[in-house]
C-alpha cells in the first residue's frame, strides 16, 4: 500500500505539473486558518494554504500545510481541480500522527476513494444530487453565492472519507450582517442530524472567501480517537502574481510522502 501511495502521488505530482504549465501568468493566493479548540480556546494546529488560480481567478490546484500547536507537520493535502467538475476536485491527503491516507480519482461518471488498501466507487448520477469532495466545498459556495445569500438552501452530497461513504446534507443562510453572511450545514438525515452538531461557516459578502469555520474539522485526533472539532479563523494575503511555472517553486511541492 505504501508503494503504490507513493507511485500514485508522483504521478499526481506530475499531473498537477502539467496544468501549471498550461496555466502560464497565473496567481497564487496564500491564507492561513488557525484552529482553535471550542470550549478552551486553545490553538489546535495551523493549516497553510497555497492555492494557484488561473488567469479567471479559477481555483488550478491547491496545497495545504497542517502544523500542530507546537509548530511540527502534521498533515499535508494536495488538490487538482483539473477535473470536469470544481466540485470533485482529484484528491491525496495524509496525516503522519496516524495511518490515515485518502486519495481520489475520477473516471466517465464514478468517483473513486483510495483509502486503508481498500477501494470504494460512487456513481456520480446515483442520487441526482452534486457529490462535493473536501474542498470543492468552498466551489460550491461560490458556484450558488447569489442563492444562498438571497436565503435559497442548497442540497448535496458530500464524501465523508473516513467512513468510505457519501453523506447528504443541506447548506443555508443563517444570517446576514454588515460584511458577512453566515451559513449552516446540516445532515439530511434526521438520525445523523441529532448526532451531529451543525458546520457554521462565515463568507465576506466582499470579497466572498471564507473567514470562520465552526465545527468538526479533517484532522484526527489520536488522544479521543475521533477528529477535532473547532473553530477555525483564516487570514488572507493578497495574491501573489506567477509569472511562469518555475515561480510555482515558492510553495511547497512536498506533498503527500
Known amino acids: 500500500m505504501t508503494f503504490l501511495f507513493r507511485r500514485?502521488?508522483?504521478?499526481?505530482?506530475?499531473?498537477?505539473?502539467?496544468?501549471?504549465?498550461s496555466v502560464a501568468f497565473a496567481d497564487q493566493l496564500r491564507f492561513i486558518g488557525k484552529a482553535y479548540d471550542i470550549d478552551s480556546n486553545e490553538l489546535l494546529y495551523v493549516e497553510r494554504h497555497y492555492v494557484e488560480l488561473s488567469k479567471q481567478g479559477e481555483y488550478v490546484q491547491s496545497q495545504v500545510i497542517y502544523e500542530g500547536a507546537q509548530g511540527q507537520r502534521i498533515a499535508?493535502?494536495?488538490?487538482?481541480?483539473?477535473?470536469?467538475?470544481?466540485?470533485?476536485?482529484?484528491?491525496?491527503?495524509?496525516?503522519?500522527?496516524?495511518d490515515i491516507r485518502y486519495e481520489t480519482t475520477s473516471m466517465r461518471d464514478a468517483?473513486?476513494?483510495?483509502?486503508?488498501?481498500?477501494?470504494?466507487?460512487?456513481?456520480?448520477?446515483?442520487?441526482?444530487?452534486?457529490?462535493?469532495?473536501?474542498?470543492?466545498?468552498?466551489?460550491?459556495?461560490?458556484?450558488?453565492?447569489?442563492?444562498?445569500?438571497s436565503g435559497q438552501t442548497i442540497e448535496f452530497e458530500f464524501l465523508a472519507l473516513s467512513r468510505s461513504s457519501t453523506v447528504g446534507f443541506e447548506l443555508s443562510r443563517v444570517s446576514l450582517s454588515g460584511d458577512s453572511v453566515r451559513l449552516q450545514i446540516q445532515p439530511s438525515n434526521w438520525v445523523i442530524n441529532l448526532l451531529m452538531d451543525p458546520i457554521v461557516l462565515d463568507y465576506s459578502l466582499d470579497t466572498q472567501?471564507?473567514?470562520?469555520?465552526?465545527?468538526?474539522?479533517?484532522?484526527?485526533?489520536?488522544?479521543?480517537?475521533?477528529?477535532?472539532?473547532?473553530?477555525?479563523?483564516?487570514?488572507?494575503?493578497?495574491?501573489?502574481?506567477i509569472a511562469d511555472r518555475e515561480a510555482l517553486g515558492s510553495a511547497p511541492t512536498s506533498v503527500v510522502n
Open 209 to 241: 472567501r471564507l473567514l470562520r469555520y465552526e465545527g468538526l474539522t479533517n484532522i484526527y485526533a489520536p488522544e479521543v480517537d475521533a477528529n477535532y472539532s473547532a473553530i477555525i479563523l483564516y487570514e488572507y494575503e493578497e495574491p501573489h502574481h
Open 111 to 149: 468517483l473513486f476513494l483510495d483509502s486503508s488498501g481498500e477501494r470504494t466507487r460512487f456513481s456520480l448520477s446515483d442520487s441526482g444530487l452534486p457529490l462535493v469532495v473536501d474542498s470543492g466545498f468552498d466551489r460550491m459556495v461560490i458556484e450558488n453565492w447569489d442563492d444562498l445569500v
Open 76 to 98: 499535508e493535502k494536495a488538490l487538482s481541480f483539473s477535473g470536469a467538475s470544481s466540485l470533485q476536485p482529484y484528491l491525496q491527503f495524509e496525516q503522519f500522527n496516524s
Open 8 to 21: 500514485t502521488k508522483f504521478l499526481f505530482l506530475l499531473m498537477l505539473g502539467a496544468v501549471c504549465t
